[in-house]
């Protein structure tokens, strides 16, 4: 996912962090190829964040743990923003937009069901999509989403 993001991305959220996947993963690579990038997990079940702090530790990667709810961050603009196995795309798109940076993409793998959702999300939202083939299935993708805006 790392590479699929600007090269000039400097701040990374990653949405509903769970047990770290992506977010601690793109920390581990980010700490030699991207230095400069900054990640912050989201995530509002403490006991989750306790995990991914106790992992993050262990890994010894920098990342920032917020234990909030997605709504509560308002203030905040990524370039990156990222979600896996979190809501269906078009709630997704509700999550994302408000943190977006200008020119800030959206980054989510999906299942076989993408198409669907990104019919759905069509109807409500404007965006640039560049759908990539998953290297975890062959019928995933990850949705690269640029120019965001609701319809």
Request: hydrophobic share 50%; aromatic share 6%.
């Amino acid at each position: 996912m790392l590479d699929l993001v600007p090269t000039t991305a400097r701040r990374w959220v990653d949405l509903g962090a769970g047990a770290g996947f992506p977010g601690l993963v793109i920390a581990a690579i980010a700490a030699e190829r991207a230095p400069d990038l900054t990640l912050t997990l989201v995530e509002s079940d403490s006991r989750k964040a306790a995990f991914l702090g106790a992992a993050a530790r262990q890994m010894a990667v920098d990342v920032t743990i917020r234990i909030s709810r997605i709504e509560a961050l308002t203030s905040d603009a990524f370039d990156v923003v990222s979600a896996r196995a979190l809501a269906p795309l078009p709630k997704l798109l509700e999550y994302a937009a408000p943190l977006l940076a200008p020119n800030g993409v959206a980054v989510f793998p999906k299942g076989e069901g993408w198409k669907g959702e990104l019919t759905e999300a069509s109807e409500r939202w404007h965006m640039a999509a560049d759908v990539r083939p998953s290297v975890t299935h062959r019928d995933a993708v990850i949705l690269v989403l640029s120019e965001i805006a609701r319809e």
